[in-house]
């Protein structure tokens, strides 16, 4: 089992920044992939942003390109999202994800690839 808890969620004005942080605890060895998705009310959970958890490749959606970061601190176990140039758009709950198995043939941005989950943290970017 693989425990995950957000936190850095919040009100931010748009142009704002804000940073997530995602702690994994437990079978923390069989990470493969952390992500982070949200959901914005309304709307279907859709991906934002992975990162391999052995060589650092790092994967964005189109939409937070060249305004997000996601990095990874593979001693403490920490999964971050710095948010930069949030836009209302940016607006949902934000789930940070891990995998720890392998399916072969499917995407990084398929939620199914996915085997745990934290409870969320809500963003919301006023304009």
């Known amino acids: 089992q693989v425990q995950l808890t957000e936190s850095g969620g919040g009100l931010v004005q748009a142009g704002g920044s804000l940073r997530l942080s995602c702690a994994a605890s437990?079978?923390?060895?069989?990470?493969?992939?952390m992500g982070w998705f949200r959901q914005a009310p309304g709307k279907e959970r859709e991906f934002v942003a992975a990162?391999?958890?052995?060589?650092?490749?790092?994967y964005y959606t189109a939409s937070v390109k060249g305004r997000f970061t996601i990095s990874r601190d593979n001693a403490k176990n920490i999964v971050a999202l710095q948010m930069n140039g949030l836009k209302p758009e940016d607006t949902a709950v934000y789930y940070c994800?891990?995998?720890?198995?392998?399916?072969?043939?499917?995407?990084?941005?398929?939620?199914?690839?996915?085997?745990?989950w934290g409870q969320g943290t809500q963003v919301t970017v006023s304009s």
């Open positions: 994800a891990a995998q720890t198995r392998l399916r072969s043939g499917v995407p990084l941005q398929r939620g199914y690839n996915y085997d745990y």
């Open positions: 437990g079978r923390t060895f069989s990470i493969v992939t």
């Open positions: 990162v391999t958890w052995t060589d650092g490749n790092t």
